[in-house]
């Protein structure tokens, strides 16, 4: 699609009803009626339900800190999802959708032509915020970015695309190859992921927005099951959803390193993926439910998600369509995490890991550091998985590097071969980031840079400041998204992605191997600290 091309419509909204007293809303400058107690709903869910407003996102809803749901209240950005509809009466509303035409199109090309958009749920809600600023220069982007966040792009990519629209550049979307993009994306991310203007503006399939809008809503309850209802704010009340909080308990690390005489050693906490978009899913009676995936796979983190089977047992159960979703305090409490881990490692390949018993760990810890004693330990806590993103042989891979390193007497950067054949190597500092990377033939290097770019924000976040503080009983208190310890894109530095030429064999995924590599020299730049997060 080009950069001019319309966006995909709303869905249809939701009928049935009179409005209340007259009352309207102006969106995107239409008239949209009202149902009664819509007064009293937020302005995100009033948008969806009654303007079918599906650019409008909700990635932490009522927490008011991740920004999916960002629009313009008569000009000025507002978080929609803790804003009262009541409040914005008489008011101009602006979604994306109702940018001026010009505006969205330059954006939405900016942040493609640059790679600032990956699964594009963030973006509609980022591409508001940065329209509306009269100076987007990189200081007032960063300070804008301060109210969003962005798991996939490393943010770097974003603020690459505001210096497009600053220098007033036009992004030459007509010179790429959005198939071969779309392509490397797939690669990157492990799922079908397309790459488009259309993405960018959030119409990227996500099962929220695809869902009838009839369709009864199903939330967890509780009490293990499910509380359905004709809306999602009925849904959340029948279920008693616990609004999110950031804990005063410190982080915790389960497990301490074996004993031994050890070169190395290393302990991590629990580590939210921190998907943008809450588990979702909707299917009509006897049908085949929609899947969570959407446009990607959060890193590994919604591959045996549950909404699916439950949107398909409610839809045969009701007789209905039923979206069956998670809010973000069920993402964080039912979700799955990175396991915990210690280790004890010496440079002569002999290693000994105990590791939060989960399915897969040990074949993965032993892809990269076969020698080594992986043991694995039941301990309480979330649920965990080694699907997520590099988990276990990642790790591995950062502390075999660093021996190397180490024995070798060299310096900062540190190099990782991945168990698909990727190479990658890295050198951090407090204010850069230098990545190499080698994985085939790159298909899109403007894709393959922004998933470089967005693995090497991960690895820099995980190692300095991400993690969840849990209690005794093994219940995670770290419910809202700022307690996640994402690093911001204030204080993110500049990453420079090197692409080696590697011909001769099929494309394979790189950007683990980033992963990998950064995190590695991040820790070798923190000093080989026992503990990750190093700064927190």
């Not at 909204?13 to 102006?26: C, D, I, K, N, W």
């Not at 690669?187 to 503006?201: F, K, S, T």
């Not at 105990?354 to 993965?364: K, N």
């Not at 965990?384 to 190397?404: D, F, I, M």
């Amino acid at each position: 699609m080009s950069a001019g091309a319309a966006a995909s419509p709303s869905r249809p909204a939701r009928a049935g009803g009179t409005a209340t007293l007259g009352h309207v809303l102006t969106v995107d400058g239409r008239p949209v009626a009202l149902q009664p107690g819509d007064e009293q709903r937020s302005l995100l869910e009033v948008l969806r339900l009654r303007a079918g407003a599906t650019s409008v996102k909700d990635g932490c809803s009522p927490q008011g800190q991740c920004g999916c749901c960002t629009v313009l209240v008569d000009g000025q950005p507002r978080v929609a999802c803790v804003t009262s509809t009541r409040r914005v009466l008489g008011r101009a509303i602006t979604t994306v959708d109702g940018l001026p035409a010009a505006t969205r199109a330059a954006w939405a090309g900016a942040l493609v032509a640059t790679g600032g958009s990956q699964c594009g749920f963030c973006t509609p809600g980022i591409l508001v915020r940065l329209a509306a600023l009269a100076d987007p220069t990189p200081p007032r982007v960063e300070d804008a970015l301060l109210a969003h966040l962005c798991r996939c792009t490393g943010w770097r990519t974003i603020l690459d695309a505001a210096a497009v629209m600053a220098a007033a550049s036009g992004p030459a979307l007509a010179m790429r190859d959005l198939a071969a993009a779309a392509a490397r994306a797939t690669l990157e991310g492990g799922v079908a992921q397309r790459v488009g203007v259309d993405v960018v503006l959030g119409h990227g399939g996500f099962a929220s927005d695809t869902a009838p809008a009839d369709a009864l809503v199903a939330v967890p309850d509780s009490a293990g099951g499910w509380a359905v209802a004709e809306t999602l704010g009925e849904a959340r009340a029948a279920a008693g959803k616990v609004q999110g909080r950031r804990t005063t308990l410190p982080l915790s690390w389960p497990l301490d390193p074996p004993a031994g005489d050890w070169d190395l050693t290393l302990s991590t906490t629990w580590v939210e993926p921190a998907y943008l978009e809450p588990d979702c899913s909707w299917c009509e009676p006897g049908g085949e439910p929609a899947s969570p995936l959407a446009n990607g796979g959060a890193f590994g983190g919604k591959l045996a998600s549950p909404v699916a089977a439950a949107a398909r047992r409610l839809a045969d159960e009701h007789g209905r369509a039923v979206v069956a979703q998670w809010s973000r305090e069920d993402v964080v409490r039912l979700g799955p995490k990175r396991p915990p881990l210690a280790l004890g490692a010496r440079a002569d390949g002999t290693g000994h890991v105990r590791v939060a018993r989960t399915p897969g760990i040990v074949e993965a810890i032993r892809s990269v550091a076969p020698a080594w004693v992986v043991e694995e330990v039941d301990i309480p806590g979330p649920p965990t998985s080694a699907a997520l993103r590099g988990a276990g042989w990642v790790e591995a891979a950062a502390v075999v590097s660093v021996l190397s390193v180490l024995a070798a007497g060299g310096g900062p950067r540190c190099e990782v071969t991945a168990p698909s054949g990727a190479w990658a190597a890295a050198s951090v500092a407090d204010d850069a980031v230098d990545v190499e990377v080698a994985c085939g033939p790159a298909l899109d290097e403007v894709v393959l840079r922004s998933w470089c770019v967005g693995a090497a924000h991960q690895a820099l976040s995980w190692v300095r400041s991400e993690g969840l503080a849990t209690d005794a009983a093994g219940d995670v208190h770290d419910l809202t998204i700022r307690s996640f310890g994402v690093l911001r894109a204030r204080d993110t530095p500049p990453i420079t992605v090197t692409i080696r030429a590697d011909p001769g064999r099929e494309p394979v995924r790189g950007s683990d191997a980033v992963f990998a590599a950064v995190a590695a020299a991040a820790w070798r730049a923190e000093g080989l600290p026992a503990r990750w997060p190093c700064r927190r």
